[in-house]
């Protein structure tokens, strides 16, 4: 069930948002990652976990790990743990050999808010929720 669930959030912007609302409203643990520092003290004064990166730090240890972060935050070679899904919905490759399931893109017909919902719904059903 979700809440037995740590699910890392990496980025906030508009999918961000959109994930992280839905996964708080099944009962997920949920942390986000964000190199923003604004974004990162305004979650926190809001009672949701979230850390500041500055690049290269180590991957965290969550039960599933969502990018939508289009830069390069974590360190690639930082352990992984065996059990942790990687789920990649930017476009780049930043997690070297870890588990990574790439989402298909969506049409471009698509706003990020309208995507993040789409990706959270697919989220959720594949948790079984």
């Given at each position: 069930?979700?809440?037995?669930?740590?699910?890392?959030?990496?980025?906030?912007?508009?999918?961000?948002?959109?994930?992280?609302?839905?996964?708080?409203?099944?009962?997920?643990?949920?942390?986000?990652?964000?190199?923003?520092?604004?974004?990162?003290?305004?979650?926190?004064?809001?009672?949701?976990?979230?850390?500041?990166?500055?690049?290269?730090?180590?991957?965290?240890?969550?039960?599933?790990?969502?990018?939508t972060a289009p830069a390069k935050i974590f360190d690639e070679n930082s352990p992984v743990r065996p059990d942790m899904d990687i789920l990649e919905l930017a476009s780049g490759n930043f997690f070297?050999?870890?588990?990574?399931?790439?989402?298909?893109?969506?049409?471009?017909?698509?706003?990020?808010?309208?995507?993040?919902?789409?990706?959270?719904?697919?989220?959720?059903?594949?948790?079984?929720?």
């Amino acid at each position: 069930s979700a809440d037995n669930l740590s699910v890392g959030v990496v980025g906030y912007g508009r999918i961000g948002r959109e994930l992280v609302r839905l996964l708080l409203s099944v009962g997920a643990r949920v942390r986000v990652f964000s190199t923003r520092r604004e974004t990162v003290l305004c979650l926190s004064s809001s009672g949701v976990d979230a850390t500041l990166v500055t690049g290269g730090d180590p991957i965290p240890s969550v039960d599933i790990l969502v990018n939508t972060a289009p830069a390069k935050i974590f360190d690639e070679n930082s352990p992984v743990r065996p059990d942790m899904d990687i789920l990649e919905l930017a476009s780049g490759n930043f997690f070297g050999e870890a588990r990574v399931t790439r989402l298909p893109s969506l049409p471009s017909r698509y706003y990020p808010v309208t995507a993040g919902r789409l990706y959270g719904a697919a989220l959720l059903r594949a948790l079984g929720v």
